[in-house]
């Protein structure tokens, strides 16, 4: 998922990897690469947005007003955005042609950790499947994976807010749109 190829001499810049999915509308996972010194920061900042008595950052749950300082904050960060749009198979092999390519571009692009929203239902299909795929690409030693819930890892909410903003469509398309580096239709 980098945006640009390494030479022999250089290696990808090391990244993390927060994906959420969105079933509104066709079948889409958004996966957001940040740069290991990023996490950090960002991970602050979203922390500083918590209002008193929220747990997370829902996107379904904010104001207009807070979804559009929330996305001008992501601008500000250097985050690879990919999309990937398995709607056009049937149901049951849809989310496994998601994280089948996005396994496989994490690790090409030097990520050393993938993070998926947890979904209790999906948990264990997931981990079946992640684990398979590792080691078919031979990353297994390079490359985790971890579902934790958004209150757990406050990255979550970049990829919530980019899928809400894709499934409603219009406005909220064209503002998170200069983000998307790739759509892969699967």
């Given at each position: 998922m980098s945006r640009s190829q390494p030479t022999m001499n250089q290696r990808p810049t090391p990244t993390q990897?927060?994906?959420?999915e969105t079933k509104e509308r066709g079948y889409r996972f958004v996966a957001v690469a940040l740069p290991h010194e990023a996490v950090k920061d960002l991970r602050r900042e979203l922390?500083?947005?918590i209002k008193?008595?929220?747990?997370?950052?829902?996107?379904?749950k904010e104001s207009d007003a807070r979804r559009?300082?929330?996305?001008?904050?992501?601008?500000h960060y250097d985050c690879e955005v990919v999309v990937y749009d398995s709607s056009a198979l049937p149901k049951r092999q849809r989310r496994e042609a998601c994280l089948h390519k996005m396994v496989e571009l994490?690790?090409?692009?030097g990520a050393s950790l993938l993070v998926l929203e947890r979904d209790d239902s999906t948990v264990e299909f997931d981990k079946k499947l992640l684990?398979?795929?590792v080691r078919e690409l031979g990353c297994e030693h390079d490359l985790q994976y971890?579902?934790?819930?958004?209150?757990?890892?406050?990255s979550l909410i970049v990829p919530d807010v980019i899928a809400w903003c894709l499934?409603?469509?219009?406005?909220w398309y064209k503002r998170v749109e200069p983000l998307i580096t790739a759509v892969y239709k699967l």
């Open positions: 990897v927060f994906a959420d922390r500083d947005w008193p008595g929220q747990t997370r950052i829902h996107c379904s559009k300082q929330v996305i001008d904050l992501f601008a994490s690790a090409r692009s684990y398979r795929r971890r579902h934790l819930q958004a209150r757990e890892e406050p499934q409603r469509g219009g406005e």
